[in-house]
């Protein structure tokens, strides 16, 4: 049985960086994939980034692009999410995942992860 354990959540100022882990035991072959969503009150739960675990290709929302940094420990089966620059607009609760095809779960075809951590609160203050 896959299970996902998400750390690192908290209260930060704009401009300010935090860490996510995300620690996977079960990990298989259903699990290739992994990434962080995020959901903000009132809105829908949103592709962050993913990445391939094997080959460490690496996926990021627009949103994203240049201020998040996803990552791996092989050993420690471990997924991180760098966050940095941080916005309000980043207040989420931030969700860890595994699955397949983790390269379309940011598309709009219809792919999603199987396995879902319970989720850290993110909270940026302006």
């Known amino acids: 049985q896959v299970q996902l354990q998400e750390s690192g959540g908290g209260l930060v100022q704009a401009g300010g960086s935090l860490r996510l882990s995300c620690a996977i035991s079960g990990r298989s072959f259903s699990t290739p994939g992994m990434g962080w969503f995020r959901q903000a009150p009132g809105k829908e739960r949103e592709f962050v980034a993913a990445?391939?675990?094997?080959?460490?290709?690496?996926y990021y929302a627009d949103s994203v692009k240049g201020r998040f940094t996803i990552s791996r420990d092989s050993a420690k089966n471990t997924m991180y999410l760098q966050m940095n620059s941080l916005k309000p607009d980043d207040t989420a609760v931030y969700y860890c995942?595994?699955?397949?095809?983790?390269?379309?779960?940011?598309?709009?075809?219809?792919?999603?992860?199987?396995?879902w951590g319970q989720g850290t609160q993110v909270t940026v203050s302006s």
């Open positions: 995942a595994a699955g397949y095809r983790a390269d379309l779960w940011g598309g709009n075809m219809g792919f999603s992860p199987k396995y």
């Open positions: 990445l391939n675990w094997s080959g460490g290709s690496t």
